[in-house]
T-cell receptor, first 112, second 114 residues
Framework: GNSVTQMEGPVTLSEEAFLTINCTYTATGYPSLFWYVQYPGEGLQLLLKATKADDKGSNKGFEATYRKETTSFHLEKGSVQVSDSAVYFCALFNQAGTALIFGKGTTLSVSS | GAVVSQHPSWVICKSGTSVKIECRSLDFQATTMFWYRQFPKQSLMLMATSNEGSKATYEQGVEKDKFLINHASLTLSTLTVTSAHPEDSSFYIC??????????FGQGTRLTVV
């Protein structure tokens, strides 16, 4: 079946630190992969996506590369800001378009 | 990107009453809509998947008679929480997909049952 596993948090960093949030997936075929972000009290927003192997999604300084060989889609940012504090969800959309599966979410707290 | 509008944003209702949440795709045809429930500090739990014109597919453990889902058109799906109780209080989110390989989310509905 389809599943997404992401590192558990919370992740606590100082401003300008490097961020990595690991995400691995299980799926048949070629799913699309996403990172969503949820700021306190708000709904989900798409942060970035990749639809095929070796694609790199990027947005607001965040990057993630679709690695088919390791079934991973790790989220990275070179220098985090306080405003990046939020919950980050890794998700996959299966090739058939019938399942949108989320990881459990990772809470990021950035302090100045 | 495409827009999905979810209404209401928040609702407070008395125990025993029913509440309807609407999810509309404003600028695309949503062939599939997903309904999620999010508990505080927890991930999104998929409740059901609905395709236009057919019955929703519910995840294991979700009461279909309590959470009624209707997807009557390509732009509208509704979730009705029937005979709501305080334990149904939660954040409900819909997501819609069309021809694009991406899911678009509504703003979410905060339901509080008193």
């Amino acid at each position: 079946g389809n599943s997404v596993t992401q590192m558990e948090g919370p992740v606590t960093l100082s401003e300008e630190a490097f961020l990595t949030i690991n995400c691995t997936y299980t799926a048949t075929g070629y799913p699309s992969l996403f990172w969503y972000v949820q700021y306190p009290g708000e709904g989900l927003q798409l942060l970035l996506k990749a639809t095929k192997a070796d694609d790199k999604g990027s947005n607001k300084g965040f990057e993630a590369t679709y690695r088919k060989e390791t079934t991973s889609f790790h989220l990275e940012k070179g220098s985090v800001q306080v405003s990046d504090s939020a919950v980050y969800f890794c998700a996959l959309f299966n090739q058939a378009g019938t399942a949108l599966i989320f990881g459990k979410g990772t809470t990021l707290s950035v302090s100045s | 990107g495409a827009v999905v509008s979810q209404h209401p944003s928040w609702v407070i209702c008395k125990s025993g009453t029913s509440v309807k949440i609407e999810c509309r795709s404003l600028d695309f045809q949503a062939t599939t809509m997903f309904w999620y429930r999010q508990f505080p500090k927890q991930s999104l739990m998929l409740m059901a998947t609905s395709n236009e014109g057919s019955k929703a597919t519910y995840e294991q453990g979700v009461e279909k008679d309590k959470f009624l889902i209707n997807h009557a058109s390509l732009t509208l799906s509704t979730l009705t929480v029937t005979s709501a109780h305080p334990e149904d209080s939660s954040f409900y989110i819909c997501s819609a997909t069309g021809e694009l390989t991406e899911a678009f989310f509504g703003q979410g509905t905060r339901l509080t049952v008193v």
